[in-house]
């Protein structure tokens, strides 16, 4: 069974700092890469995905991702974080199939202060 | 388009009581799933349905029934809660026709089992 590794649970930054989450998943053939975000009291939205072509993905908000298929990797990265950005953020994977469902990370928890 | 929605909001339930939380989606996906969210745990799946009449087991099925009788709906039903069962709860449905097989989360339901 596949599985999806978040490193940190928690993170505080300061506004303006610079943002990067990581997520690392086992599976070893065609994967398609999500990122989700949780506001506060809020249900998920995508923040990006990936199933092919370039490996750097842009999305919603100024986020962005790097696939690099070498290291199971989908790091989530923003160059200056804002004060709204305070959310729950959630790596997922697909296997490649339709039918498959998704496997999340256990998710970060992302407090930006003013 | 209403995408996907889901009733009630909140809900307290006494152990041994049973209940249904309602999915609905307007987008044609032949996929649909429950998850549950817990602090610290993410999001897991409980039962999916890849069509009308198939539906198949996730990674935590136990206490909780699905049945998928039509496209739009997919109803999860509680045959008698317990306070395990005290979780956040959010449907999802995608299209399996072409990759990434992105999928739109509902609202949630917070459901509270005393």
């Known amino acids: 069974a596949q599985s999806v590794s978040q490193h940190n649970h928690h993170v505080i930054l300061s506004e303006a700092a610079s943002l990067e989450l990581g997520c690392n998943y086992s599976?070893?053939?065609?994967?398609?890469l999500f990122w989700y975000v949780q506001y506060p009291g809020q249900h998920l939205q995508l923040l990006l995905k990936?199933?092919?072509?370039?490996?750097l993905v842009k999305g919603i908000k100024g986020f962005e991702a790097e696939f690099i298929k070498s290291k199971f990797s989908f790091n989530l990265r923003k160059p200056s974080v804002q004060w709204s950005d305070t959310a729950e953020y959630f790596c997922?994977?697909?296997?490649?199939?339709?039918?498959?469902?998704?496997?999340f990370g256990k998710g970060t928890h992302l407090i930006i202060q003013p | 388009n209403a995408g996907v929605t889901q009733t009630p909001k909140f809900q307290v339930l006494k152990t041994g009581q049973s209940m249904t939380l309602q999915c609905a989606q307007d987008?044609?996906?032949?996929?649909m799933s429950w998850y549950r969210q817990d602090p610290g745990m993410g999001l897991r799946l409980i039962h999916y349905?890849?069509?009308?009449?198939?539906?198949d087991q996730g990674e935590v099925p136990n206490g909780y029934n699905v049945s998928r009788s039509t496209t739009e709906d997919f109803p999860l039903r509680l045959l008698s809660a317990a306070p395990s069962q005290t979780s956040v709860y959010f449907c999802?449905?995608?299209?399996?026709?072409?990759?990434?097989?992105?999928?739109?989360f509902g609202p949630g339901t917070r459901l509270t089992v005393t």
């Open positions: 999802a449905s995608s299209s399996v026709r072409s990759p990434p097989y992105e999928q739109y």
């Open positions: 599976y070893g053939g065609t994967v398609n």
């Open positions: 990936y199933f092919s072509g370039d490996p």
């Open positions: 997922a994977v697909n296997s490649g199939g339709g039918a498959d469902g998704l496997t």
């Open positions: 987008m044609n996906h032949e996929y």
């Open positions: 349905s890849v069509g009308a009449g198939i539906t």
